[in-house]
């Protein structure tokens, strides 16, 4: 009798088994919840990232765009879930985050060139190998401004492409970008947009890009990912293939226009629900 009194009530649970994501995928997102104040954002969110990629996040206001990258990256912790990157948790990932302020991105007690290398120095790396890294980030980055500089004396586009900089410094396997253009003028967001284009030809770094700017999250994009209202699903994935570099020309493509027009139709009826 007391056996029975005794027995464990939630013996009958089942285990949900961990399902991988097909080959090639970078981040595999399983069963994600996130409460804010009681009400749910996400709830059993599942979505395969692939690697070596760009994937653009789009969808309506407040649906949680910078919440799921956040997630992902580990700045906001979730309710329930699991997040492996290549089979691997997060701890054991390099990646890289730019922030959309990039004002207060930057420690500005540091000199610029130090900020970029602090990723660097942290990994206990060498000053010869330091040294050869900036020296790479410099070049590939085209930077004209001074490096020794702090941050604060430094324009809004230079912080930001020192912050990109800094991002990619120990090369990471991830680079997310949260808005990384939406405060800067249009000249600067022209050249960071080919210089990200430019660092993702030569290294392939899988890059999650949340923008509220439709034309830029296609034109960067290998993947568009259109969001629902929350609680949030995924809304659809888009494919985007036309060849790198995009330019300006890009704009006129077919394979563009369709694709800008479709990521519209789904977020519009999206909103409108
Ligand atoms: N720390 C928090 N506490 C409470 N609610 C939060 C918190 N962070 C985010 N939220 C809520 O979660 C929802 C998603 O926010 P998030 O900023 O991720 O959305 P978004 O799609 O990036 O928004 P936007 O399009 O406005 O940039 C919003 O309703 C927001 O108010």
């Known amino acids: 009798m007391s056996a029975v009194i005794n027995a464990p009530v939630f013996a009958d649970v089942p285990v949900r088994e961990f399902q991988p994501g097909p080959a090639g995928t970078q981040i595999t997102i399983r069963g994600l919840t996130k409460y804010f104040a009681g009400w749910p954002l996400y709830e059993d969110f599942n979505l395969d990232i692939p690697k070596h990629k ?8 407040g649906c949680g765009k910078s919440t799921l990258i956040n997630m992902i990256a580990g700045l906001v912790p979730i309710d329930a879930g699991e997040i492996l990157f290549d089979g691997k ?10 922030f ?3 004002r207060e991105a930057m420690f500005p007690w540091m000199r610029t060139i130090d900020n970029i290398a602090y990723p660097l120095k942290l990994e206990g790396r060498s000053k010869a190998e330091v040294d050869r890294r900036m020296a790479e980030l410099v070049a590939s980055f085209d930077v004209k401004f001074d490096l020794n500089r702090y941050p604060y004396e430094l324009s809004g586009g230079q ?8 991002a990619l410094a120990n090369n990471p396997e991830v680079l997310f970008l949260d808005e990384p253009f939406s405060a800067l003028d249009f ?14 030809m030569q290294t392939g770094t899988t890059m999650l890009l949340v923008s509220h700017d439709l034309e830029e999250a296609v034109y ?23 060849v790198r570099p995009r330019t300006v020309d890009t704009l006129s493509e077919p394979g563009f226009i369709s694709t800008k027009k479709l990521s519209l139709e789904i977020f519009q009826s999206e909103v409108r629900r």
Do not use: H
């Open 54 to 61: 760009i994937v653009s996040v789009f969808g309506p206001n």
């Open 89 to 98: 948790s997060l701890k054991d990932t390099k990646i890289g985050y730019v």
């Open 100 to 102: 959309q302020n990039y």
């Open 159 to 166: 912080q930001q492409t020192a912050s990109i900089m800094r």
């Open 187 to 200: 000249e600067m967001t022209l050249f960071i947009r080919e210089k990200l284009q430019e660092v993702f």
């Open 220 to 242: 960067l994009a290998d993947q568009v990912l259109l969001l629902t209202k929350r609680p949030t699903r995924v809304a659809e994935i888009l494919p985007y293939n036309d």
